[in-house]
Nanobody, 120 residues
Framework: QVQVVESGGGLVQPGGSLRLSCAAS????????MAWYRQAPGKQRELVAS???????NTADSVKGRFTISRDNAKNTVYLEMNSLKPEDTAVYYC??????????????WGQGTQVTVSS
């Protein structure tokens, strides 16, 4: 059994910062790519940033220069540091992880989501 749990969302004023965390736990053999997605009301879920197990990362143009993804492989945790937040960053943020429970068996797991609201 594998669980992926996000934390760190909340209400912040425009220009503020938040740090999201996502920890994977359970019967884990290895974790490949971990990523953050977000979904605003009435919009499709979109990729915000991703990072491989070798720390190669990609960030969406809409958040480049403001958001930074990182991970701690020893803790099976991925982070999203969000700075200079804008109202348009308001969304539910989801963690996504490609997790192998054995050398051959892998699947994609999603967290339950954490709400980020940017408003004055």
């Amino acid at each position: 059994q594998v669980q992926v749990v996000e934390s760190g969302g909340g209400l912040v004023q425009p220009g503020g910062s938040l740090r999201l965390s996502c920890a994977a736990s359970g019967s884990i053999y290895r974790i490949n790519t971990m990523a953050w997605y977000r979904q605003a009301p009435g919009k499709q879920r979109e990729l915000v940033a991703s990072i491989t197990s070798y720390a190669r990362s990609n960030t969406a143009d809409s958040v480049k220069g403001r958001f930074t993804i990182s991970r701690d492989n020893a803790k099976n945790t991925v982070y999203l540091e969000m700075n200079s937040l804008k109202p348009e960053d308001t969304a539910v943020y989801y963690c996504n992880a490609n997790i192998y429970t054995t050398m051959w068996e892998g699947d994609t797991y999603w967290g339950q989501g954490t709400q980020v609201t940017v408003s004055s």
